[in-house]
Nanobody, 120 residues
Framework: QVQLQESGGGLVQPGGSLRLSCAAS????????MRWFRQAPGKQRELVAA???????DYKDSVKGRFTISRDNAKNTVYLQMNSLKPEDTAVYYC??????????????WGQGTQVTVSS
């Protein structure tokens, strides 16, 4: 069984910063793409950022230049550094990963979510 555990959410003022972490644990052969999603109240879950095992990244347009996704493959951990936060960034943030349990068996796993609230 594989688990993804997020941490680092909280309350921050507009213009502030937060760093989210998501650590994968369990019977992991390797991890391919890792992602951060978010879901605001009354809205659909949306992709915020993604990173491949090789370090290639992709971002939602509204967070480009403010958010940075990174990963530590040795620790099976993905990070999301969020700077210049805005009230519209308020949401529950979820990590997601394509985890290979064997060389040929891949499943997609989700974390439980961490709340980020941007408010003065």
């Amino acid at each position: 069984q594989v688990q993804l555990q997020e941490s680092g959410g909280g309350l921050v003022q507009p213009g502030g910063s937060l760093r989210l972490s998501c650590a994968a644990s369990g019977s992991i052969f390797s991890i391919n793409r890792m992602r951060w999603f978010r879901q605001a109240p009354g809205k659909q879950r949306e992709l915020v950022a993604a990173i491949t095992s090789g370090g290639s990244t992709d971002y939602k347009d509204s967070v480009k230049g403010r958010f940075t996704i990174s990963r530590d493959n040795a620790k099976n951990t993905v990070y999301l550094q969020m700077n210049s936060l805005k009230p519209e960034d308020t949401a529950v943030y979820y990590c997601n990963a394509d985890v290979f349990l064997t060389i040929a068996t891949m499943h997609v796993y989700w974390g439980q979510g961490t709340q980020v609230t941007v408010s003065s």
